[in-house]
C-alpha cells in the first residue's frame, strides 16, 4: 500500500538571537566532542553553517572550523578533528531524529559536507555542529517532497553577484523573511579582485587571490557576514558558479587576459577547492582544475531544477582579432557578426553536459522545468564605442556569443515537450525579464519565459541597458535598483516577483516590489 506523503507546515520564523547568532548547546551536551590532547581556539564555527541541495529524504549540512577564518588554514592545527552532528525536529534539540561524528580534515581545510539522510519528505528540521565542547549557530533546513508527490507550492528566493565591497547584504535579511523553500544562488558568489576603494562601502581583506589559502581568506570575508550567515542558516541552499569565483569572464582553461593556461587551471584548481570547502553542495570533491557542479533537484512532482555550470566547458570566445591567444592579450568584450559566432560546434556548456541536459528535458517528470543558469539567454544588443556604424554588436561572454548553443536548448524544450520551462539568471547586475521564442519561428508565440534577479549588490552603470530594452526583447529592464528574485509556483500556475532595495549600501535598506509577472501552467511565457 503506498505510504501518503507527510505533510509539514511551513517552517516558524526564527528568533533572530538564533538566525544571526545561534546558541550554545545545553551544559550537558557540550561534553559531546570535549576539547581533547591537541587544544583548539575558540570560535570554531566563526563561518557559520548551511545546508543544501535537499532531496526527499537527506540534505547536505555544511559546516568548516575556522576560529581564524582570516588565516589560509583557518587558524587550525594540522590535525583531524572530531566533530557531531545533530538533526531535531524542534529547535530546542528535545526531538533528535538523526545524528553522527564525523571527522573534519585538515587536507580540506576542516570543511564539513554531511548528508542528513533517512529524514522525512517535505519536513522541516533544525541541525546543528558540536566539537571541542563548542555548539555552532543553529540552522534550519526542509527536505523536498516525495519523488512523484505533488507538492502543494514552491517558494524560491533567486540571487548572485554579491561584491562585498559595492554594498552591504540587507538583500538577504529581507530573504530570510521571506521563508523560503529554498534559496538559489546563480553565481559570483564572491569577487576575486583586489581591495578597491572606488564607490566601495567596505574592502576585501586580502590581496587578489590565486592560491587556495586567499580563495579561502576571500570566502572567509564573505561568509563573515552576519547578514549572509543568516540566510544561510534559514533555509536551504542551492548553488552554482560564474566567473568571479574563479577570476573574471574566464573561459574555460583560458582567463580574460589569454595568459598561460597552464598557471591559469592551477589557479582554477584552486579556486574550484575553495568553492567546495565553502558551500554545501552534493557533488563530488573537485580533482584539481575539475568539478562537475551541474545536477539536478527535484521538488515532488511540481518541480525540477536544471543547475547548470556555463564556465568550466565553454569553448574561446568568438569573433576575436587573430594572434589574441597566442599573444596573450586580452580578450575584446565586445564583438560583431563574424563568422564562428553561429558556428554549431561552439559550446557554452560543453558536448558532456548538453548531453545530460537533453536527457534531463527529455525525461523530466515535473510540472515545472526551472534552467538555473548564469546569465540572460536573450540575443542582446550592446553598445561598441569604437564602433560609430548601425551594425549590431553583442557581448561575447555570454549567451549572446555563443547563440548556437542557446537556441539548441531552446529548440530541445520544443522537441522533447519539456512541461513549462523557465529559465532564470543572474550575472548582469540588472534585473531583466522576458519571453523566449522558438528560434526558428521568432514571431511565434512564446515557448517558455526568462528571468534575471538582479544583484545583491554588484552594479551596473550602464544608460543604455534599459534604452535598448525594447529591441531587445526585453518586457521589463532595471538596472539602477539591486535585489532579488522570488518564485511561487503551484500545479496551476504562479508569479515572479523583484524585489528591489532603496539603498544597498545600508544594512537597514528597505525594500520593495519593482515588478510582478504571472505565470500560467500550459500558457508558456509571461502573463501580464
Not at 234 to 256: I, S
Not at 326 to 351: F, Q, T, W
Not at 440 to 445: E, K
Amino acid at each position: 500500500m503506498p505510504v501518503a506523503p507527510l505533510q509539514s507546515p511551513r517552517l516558524p520564523l526564527f528568533s533572530r538571537r538564533l538566525v544571526v547568532g545561534g546558541v550554545g548547546a545545553a551544559a550537558a551536551l557540550l561534553s559531546i566532542g570535549a576539547r581533547g590532547a591537541t587544544p583548539l581556539p575558540p570560535g570554531l564555527f566563526s563561518l557559520g553553517v548551511a545546508s543544501g541541495d535537499p532531496e526527499a529524504d537527506s540534505v547536505i549540512l555544511w559546516t568548516r572550523l575556522a576560529p581564524e577564518p582570516m588565516a589560509g588554514d583557518g587558524g587550525m592545527p594540522a590535525i583531524a578533528v572530531p566533530v557531531r552532528w545533530e538533526v531535531a525536529e524542534d529547535e530546542r534539540f528535545g526531538r533528535v531524529v538523526r545524528s553522527g561524528t564525523v571527522r573534519a580534515e585538515p587536507h580540506w581545510g576542516h570543511a564539513l559536507h554531511v548528508e542528513a539522510a533517512g529524514l522525512r519528505p517535505g519536513h522541516a528540521y533544525f541541525y546543528r555542529f558540536i566539537a571541542a565542547g563548542e555548539s555552532s549557530p543553529i540552522g534550519r533546513t526542509r527536505t523536498a517532497p516525495a519523488a512523484g508527490t505533488a507538492a502543494d507550492r514552491l517558494r524560491l528566493c533567486f540571487a548572485s553577484c554579491q561584491k562585498y565591497e559595492a554594498g552591504f547584504y540587507a538583500a538577504w535579511r529581507h530573504v530570510v523573511a521571506e521563508d523560503p523553500d529554498l534559496i538559489l544562488f546563480l553565481g559570483d558568489y564572491i569577487y576575486e579582485g583586489a581591495p578597491s576603494h572606488k564607490n566601495a562601502v567596505r574592502q576585501h581583506r586580502n590581496p587578489e587571490p590565486v592560491d587556495l589559502a586567499g580563495y579561502r581568506v576571500r570566502y572567509a570575508t564573505y561568509k563573515l557576514d552576519p547578514l549572509l550567515q543568516a540566510a544561510h542558516h534559514a533555509a536551504p541552499w542551492a548553488l552554482t558558479w560564474d566567473d568571479h569565483e574563479v577570476a573574471n569572464d574566464y573561459a574555460g582553461a583560458l582567463d580574460q587576459g589569454n595568459g598561460d593556461p597552464v598557471a591559469f587551471l592551477r589557479r582554477r584548481a584552486a579556486a574550484y577547492r575553495a568553492y567546495y570547502e565553502h558551500q554545501p553542495l552534493r557533488v563530488r570533491p573537485p580533482r584539481g582544475a575539475d568539478m562537475r557542479l551541474y545536477r539536478t533537484l527535484d521538488w515532488g512532482s511540481l518541480a525540477q531544477l536544471q543547475i547548470v555550470d556555463d564556465r568550466q566547458y565553454r569553448g574561446p570566445h568568438a569573433c576575436q582579432p587573430a594572434g589574441l591567444v597566442e599573444a596573450h592579450k586580452p580578450y575584446r568584450n565586445v564583438i560583431g557578426e563574424c563568422a564562428d559566432l553561429h558556428d554549431p560546434a561552439r559550446s557554452m556548456l560543453g558536448e558532456a553536459q548538453e548531453r545530460w541536459l537533453d536527457k534531463r528535458l527529455a525525461t523530466s517528470p515535473a510540472k515545472w522545468n526551472i534552467l538555473a543558469q548564469q546569465t540572460l539567454m536573450h540575443q542582446a544588443i550592446v553598445p561598441d564605442p569604437q564602433d560609430k556604424t548601425d551594425a549590431p554588436h553583442y557581448s561575447a561572454d555570454n549567451w549572446s556569443g555563443y547563440p548556437e548553443a542557446r537556441d539548441r536548448i531552446f529548440r530541445r524544450w520544443i522537441a522533447a515537450g519539456t512541461s513549462n520551462p523557465l529559465a532564470l539568471g543572474g550575472d548582469i547586475h540588472a534585473f531583466a525579464a522576458a519571453d523566449i521564442r522558438d528560434p526558428d519561428r521568432p514571431d511565434g508565440a512564446p515557448i517558455a519565459a526568462e528571468f534575471v534577479g538582479g544583484s545583491i549588490t554588484s552594479l551596473r552603470d550602464d544608460p543604455d541597458f534599459k534604452r535598448l530594452a525594447p529591441a531587445n526583447g526585453l518586457v521589463f529592464a532595471e538596472n539602477e535598483v539591486r535585489g532579488y528574485g522570488r518564485l511561487d509556483i503551484d500545479a496551476r500556475g504562479g508569479n515572479v516577483t523583484y524585489r528591489g532595495l532603496a539603498d544597498a549600501k545600508r544594512e537597514d535598506s528597505g525594500i520593495a516590489d519593482i515588478a510582478h509577472f504571472a505565470l500560467e501552467a500550459g500558457r508558456p511565457g509571461i502573463q501580464v
